[in-house]
């Protein structure tokens, strides 16, 4: 019985947070100049359509914004613009706030960047699509899914600013660190500077 009531009390306990998180992204929502909204939106965007170095955050996956906020506040997630600007915007968010945002933008409607090169998108293809099996690396598409659109707390690709997705995969190459770490780095480290930017052009222009 007892256990039975200590398994109640965390489920209670979890739709408690879920409906409070909610009703604080609701709130965001209906003041999309906020405070909260409006120190991201000064480097991300007005509709959180990234202004470059700053990602897209329309359209987003919530539990990887999510996860990305802890990142950024717990320092593992490294690389130098994470030190510079997102450590000290996430370090004062609390958990229920940092669920609203990620709510917020996440219901955004994302539109592609386009920016990528046009001649190598069609490599770039091949690689998510199909991986490189000669090099032991899995198909981008077993992870990120059909229309590189995430599943879960790993990340929506598509239709994201050419730049950032081709330094975010240097990144990786580079040892800096993220919220998900394997199979990231091996593949990153596998790939060669035309791969790159075959993949990224490819995801720049996926809606």
């Known amino acids: 019985m007892g256990r039975i009531i200590h398994m109640t009390n965390a489920v209670t306990t979890k739709v408690v947070a879920l409906v409070a ?98 001649e190598l998108a069609a490599r770039g293809e091949a690689i998510y699509q199909r991986g490189m099996p000669e090099e032991n690396i899995a198909a981008c598409v077993a992870c990120h899914g059909p229309n590189a659109e995430g599943v879960g707390a790993i990340p929506r690709l598509g239709g994201l600013d050419y730049n950032y997705l081709r330094r975010r995969l240097e990144q990786w190459a580079e040892g800096y660190h993220g919220a998900l770490g394997h199979p990231m780095p091996h593949i990153a480290t596998q790939l060669s500077g035309n791969q790159i930017d075959e993949l990224a052009s490819y995801l720049s222009f996926v809606k």
């Not at 229920?96 to 386009?114: D, G, K, Q």
Request: hydrophobic content about 45%; charged content about 10%.
């Open 21 to 118: 998180g909610l009703l604080i992204a609701s709130a965001v929502a209906s003041h999309a100049e906020s405070a909260m909204v409006r120190n991201c939106t000064w480097c991300h965007g007005g509709s959180a359509q990234g202004y470059s170095p700053a990602p897209q955050l329309a359209g987003q996956r919530a539990p990887y914004i999510f996860q990305q906020l802890a990142s950024f506040a717990h320092h593992t997630r490294d690389a130098p613009f994470a030190k510079q600007y997102m450590w000290g915007a996430a370090a004062n968010l609390s958990p229920p706030e940092a669920r609203a945002l990620s709510i917020y933008f996440s219901n955004l409607p994302p539109r592609a960047a386009n920016d990528g090169i046009l």
